[in-house]
């Protein structure tokens, strides 16, 4: 590892990254500890605004694109040469918590800080993006900004998206657009050298093997379907079961086949119903209409393919009086990520006196969209007894500089080769 990398990995200020992450989870605060800074929301314009302040004050050259991914960069001496990169998010999970993408951003801009810091002009620039909507929470599909650019997706299907509330993407995507007027719109797809990311694990493996570093391998298989009943609203004292069209029993039939359809000795599937809808939602009122969604993982395409084909069915079986749509939301292959990007990131964090594991990812992440279109690897760290999408989330200060000297030392050496 050169000399340069390592100079640049040691001006990494713990101080200013925990500040800075501390100043970020202001932004939609909640009052157990966590965050609410949805996508496109204001609190994610606040945050997107206060991050180009600081990026502002250190002269990085700051871009967007379409769908408001925003693009910070340390601009290199070879400025025709592709960037490398690195990101995460900024929007969070309703009640999620302060780090869980968060860490990858301001962890990112730390290490363009420690570079400039360092004196260090690297030959190619380095570049920390901050994709839009990774959770899915408010507008499904979640990792959209990055399969937007990655080219998985296309920006015309997800303009009518609407929230809870009805709000329309593209209306919440024009007032984030606008909220950062003076940014050039670069294209979806601008070539990347390479891209790592630095994430909080998300589980608990780290910590129980007393491990500073998860050298990551890959990304499990990741499928969101929305299911749809109409029955008919009717009502709950004059309606006999033989006239009943109840969404919701039907809902009730399906979940329970399909729980048997996930269940798994070894424990490897994940099934989630995380998002249920029971309209009118009034207790003497037969349910008309319910909509859920499905989430379920698998770091094997040949089981998740298993599933996916008797999702449908299930669903149709138990249909009886009622209607019923079901539609895929996301569907995200296992990801392999590249040899020598994780080669790199263990050479770095040995160097530097970290150890490390190398480790699948059971969550999603932007960077299994960016896996497609270049080098692509991530680093994790700690956090507290692996508790994430809760306002509990925690990591240490320690944890997450070590994390974040790693993929400094990672960036300038990809940089100068
Ligand atoms: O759902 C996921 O795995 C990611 O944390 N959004
Ligand atoms: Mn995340
Ligand atoms: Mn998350």
């Not at 490390?356 to 279109?373: N, Q, T």
Request: aromatic content about 6%.
């Amino acid at each position: 590892m050169q000399s340069e990398s390592i100079k640049a990995a040691k001006n990494v200020d713990q101080d200013r990254l925990w500040k800075r992450l501390m100043s970020m989870a202001e932004i939609g605060a909640l009052p157990n500890g966590g965050v609410n800074r949805q996508a496109l929301s204001n609190e994610d314009i606040l945050a997107r605004q206060r991050i180009i302040k600081w990026a502002k004050d250190l002269d990085f050259q700051i871009e967007t694109d379409e769908i408001a991914n925003l693009f910070i960069r340390l601009v290199g001496s070879n400025t025709s040469a592709p960037p490398v990169s690195t990101g995460s998010h900024l929007d969070s999970q309703p009640r999620g918590g302060k780090f869980d993408g968060a860490f990858g951003v301001i962890g990112g801009f730390e290490a363009l800080e420690a570079i400039r810091c360092a004196g260090i002009k690297p030959e190619s620039s380095i570049e920390l993006i901050a994709w839009t909507n990774e959770e899915g929470g408010r507008f499904q599909p979640g990792v959209m900004g990055s399969s937007l650019f990655a080219g998985d997706i296309s920006i015309s299907d997800q303009l009518d998206v609407k929230d809870a509330d009805g709000v329309k993407l593209k209306d919440a995507l024009s007032d984030t657009l606008a909220s950062t007027p003076d940014l050039l719109l670069r294209p979806f797809k601008s070539p990347m050298k390479a891209y790592i990311e630095a994430h909080i694990e998300q589980g608990p493996i780290l910590e129980e093997t007393k491990n500073k570093i998860g050298v990551v391998t890959g990304i499990q298989g990741l499928y969101w379907y929305g299911v749809e009943i109409i029955g008919q609203e009717a009502h709950a004292g004059t309606t006999p079961e033989s006239n009943r069209h109840d969404a919701l029993q039907t809902a009730i039939s399906i979940i329970q086949d399909l729980k048997q359809l996930m269940h798994d000795e070894t424990d490897t599937v994940r099934f989630t119903i995380g998002k249920f809808d029971c309209e009118p939602g009034s207790p003497s009122t037969i349910p008309g209409r319910v909509y859920f969604t499905i989430d379920f993982r698998h770091p094997e395409q040949k089981v998740i393919d298993n599933i996916h084909r008797k999702i449908t069915p299930i669903c149709n079986k138990h249909a009886g009086v009622c209607k019923v749509n079901v539609s895929q939301i996301i569907d995200c292959p296992p990801v392999h990520f590249d040899e020598d990007i994780m080669e790199l990131i263990k050479t770095a964090a040995s160097t530097i006196g970290h150890n490390h594991l190398l480790m699948p990812s059971g969550a999603g992440h932007d960077a299994g969209h960016i896996s497609k279109l270049c080098p692509t690897g991530m680093i994790f760290v700690p956090c507290k007894g692996g508790v994430s999408h809760n306002e509990l989330e925690s990591s240490e200060p320690e944890d997450l500089v070590s994390g974040i000297q790693t993929l400094t030392a990672c960036l300038v050496e990809l940089a100068n080769k």
